[in-house]
């Protein structure tokens, strides 16, 4: 018999409603990178780390849209997660601008720590 509750997840999310709808990219790009830390947190503490990032958006009229950007190798480095949710949800904005309702950030495409990539190392 399996038992579902113990199967690894296969994606990492969060996800913010707004009470009122956000129109400023800014304002949203700011609420992407604080999903995107605790995205990571939550990977961490799991000890695997993600391929793909993904922004989901709806739209006040319950239109949802979602674009993903991906890194080379697996990584649970809070900064390229980050960095690929900025780019992603800067592809979904040029598709369709704001106002949006919900903005989410998850990661799939998740790997064991141990595969993760190696930071670069520092210029000499």
Same mark, same amino acid.
């Given at each position: 018999?399996?038992?579902?509750?113990?199967?690894?997840?296969?994606?990492?999310?969060?996800?913010?409603?707004? /009470? *009122? #709808?956000?129109?400023?990219?800014?304002? $949203? &790009?700011?609420? =992407?990178?604080?999903? @995107?830390?605790?995205?990571?947190?939550?990977?961490?503490?799991?000890?695997?780390?993600?391929?793909?990032?993904?922004?989901?958006?709806?739209?006040?009229?319950?239109?949802?849209?979602?674009?993903?950007?991906?890194?080379?190798?697996? /990584? *649970? #480095?809070?900064?390229?997660?980050?960095? $690929? &949710?900025?780019? =992603?949800?800067?592809? @979904?904005?040029?598709?369709?601008?704001?106002?949006?309702?919900?903005?989410?950030?998850?990661?799939?495409?998740?790997?064991?720590?141990?595969?993760?990539?190696?930071?670069?190392?520092?210029?000499?």
């Amino acid at each position: 018999e399996v038992d579902p509750s113990s199967s690894p997840a296969v994606t990492i999310g969060h996800e913010r409603t707004f /009470t *009122d #709808d956000i129109d400023d990219p800014e304002v $949203l &790009a700011s609420h =992407a990178e604080r999903l @995107a830390v605790r995205v990571t947190e939550r990977l961490r503490r799991d000890g695997r780390g993600a391929g793909t990032v993904t922004v989901k958006l709806r739209y006040p009229d319950f239109q949802i849209q979602s674009r993903a950007a991906s890194a080379e190798m697996a /990584t *649970d #480095d809070e900064a390229e997660i980050i960095r $690929l &949710a900025q780019v =992603a949800l800067g592809r @979904a904005l040029a598709d369709r601008p704001p106002p949006v309702r919900l903005l989410g950030v998850s990661v799939t495409r998740l790997v064991p720590g141990a595969q993760l990539s190696l930071p670069p190392a520092p210029p000499a």
